[in-house]
């Protein structure tokens, strides 16, 4: 039973792992160009949403990804224009995209999808067929049962570990963060990089939303997101910026979010709400305890200015936020 009870676990760990890496991935781009992105929350609300009204308006679920996506990319560039182009505090535009986020997915599902007194069949992923390999005993269940989207998470994972870390777009993404000045004067158009990186990490986040409606569900709740987006920021920072880490930070608290499920079973006198607050309460500890020691990007949240007092100007920008 124990060892029943393992597989399991591991299992429901890579699918709640799912829409958090997404997010997750997303914003390790995002802040590696330099911008702070604390609004995924919203945009995963909006992921979701779409992902429903598209899947059932075009009767695939590809249909509602693909709308969800656009629409996040839509959000991410939002954010940039106010934080890159405008040079408007990142954070206080972040909360702007929250509660944005939170009013557009909860009116728009009840003035469409909501409206209805009836259920309304909404097309989802099927888990991909593997043939024998999923009725393997131990491994078949934990790697050979999941839905395509999956698959696509870890795999987006190592490839941005490698583009990061390994190819001219990578080093061209990590000075925007670090030393945007210097790759100005390399010939890398930062803020065009930074507006475009906040896009990717929008599109991601609502990728992210939309695993949660057409993937692991079969609908759309209001606030359904409950709280993930701020869980991929603290990843980001836990994994220390690196795809690779993030995605580790990820399965962890994924694996916190199996096992409160479960202990929930397993305690039935014990008030739900202390176990639903497990991942919540290990992603502050994570933060208290890893936030001292890793090293953001060094010019996050710095506005780039271009110009021959740039420099100057963007530290004084910093001390005023500070």
């Not at 944005?100 to 209805?116: K, M, N």
């Not at 200015?305 to 001390?319: D, N, P, Y």
């Amino acid at each position: 039973m124990d060892w029943i009870f393992l597989i399991g676990l591991l299992a429901s760990a890579v699918r709640f792992t799912t829409p958090v890496l997404y997010a997750a991935l997303g914003e390790t781009v995002t802040q590696r160009a330099g911008v702070l992105n604390v609004g995924i929350e919203g945009i995963m609300l909006v992921g979701a949403f779409l992902a429903v009204l598209g899947a059932v308006a075009t009767g695939s679920p590809w249909g509602g990804l693909f709308i969800a996506i656009g629409a996040g990319a839509i959000l991410g560039a939002l954010h940039a224009f106010f934080c890159v182009i405008l040079k408007v505090d990142q954070i206080v535009s972040g909360i702007g995209l929250i509660v944005l986020g939170l009013g557009l997915s909860g009116f728009g599902y009840r003035v469409t999808i909501g409206s209805s007194s009836q259920l309304t069949a909404v097309p989802t992923f099927e888990r991909v067929d593997f043939g024998p390999l999923t009725g393997v005993p131990g491994l078949g269940p934990i790697v050979f049962d999941h839905h395509l989207l999956v698959y696509m998470a870890l795999g987006l994972a190592l490839a941005l570990g490698w583009a990061l870390k390994r190819s001219g777009l990578g080093l061209s993404i990590r000075a925007a963060g670090e030393a945007p000045e210097a790759a100005d004067a390399a010939g890398v158009e930062v803020n065009r990089l930074r507006f475009l990186c906040t896009m990717f990490g929008g599109a991601l986040a609502a990728m992210g939303g939309a695993y949660l409606s057409i993937a692991a569900l079969s609908g759309f709740v209001e606030n359904m997101v409950a709280g993930r987006g701020f869980i991929a920021i603290a990843c980001v920072v836990f994994g220390r910026w690196n795809p690779l880490g993030v995605m580790a930070a990820v399965f962890f608290f994924g694996l916190a979010e199996a096992l409160q499920i479960r202990l929930q079973t397993a305690a039935p006198d014990i008030p739900y709400q202390f176990f639903v607050m497990i991942p919540y309460a290990l992603a502050i500890l994570a933060l208290v305890l890893v936030a001292g020691r890793a090293k953001a990007p060094s010019a996050l949240r710095i506005p780039f200015i271009t110009g021959r007092h740039a420099r100057s100007r963007a530290h004084r920008h910093k001390e005023d936020t500070l």
